[in-house]
């Protein structure tokens, strides 16, 4: 029998971080990350309309290209 050793460490993985949810939500809580994520949105939308279309556009185009990569280099078979 071939006991696949990183399904098992993710299953055990998952199941901690399922009981450590109450401390990681506290830890979030405390860092105010929501907050930054909300700043960080009003600043781009205080952005002229054509460089919040650039940004978004090279977003868009980066993932593109990731996800390309990812498949040329044969993980999407």
Avoid: H
Avoid at 59 to 70: A, E, P, R, T
């Amino acid at each position: 029998m071939i006991t696949n050793w990183k399904k098992i460490c993710i299953a055990i993985l998952v199941v901690f971080l399922i009981f450590q949810r109450k401390k990681i939500w506290d830890f979030i809580d405390d860092c105010r990350i929501r907050e930054l994520f909300i700043d960080s949105f009003d600043y781009i939308w205080r952005l002229p309309q054509g460089l919040r279309f650039m940004l978004l556009s090279a977003f868009v185009i980066w993932i593109g290209l990731m996800v390309f990569k990812y498949l040329m280099k044969g993980g999407g078979q």
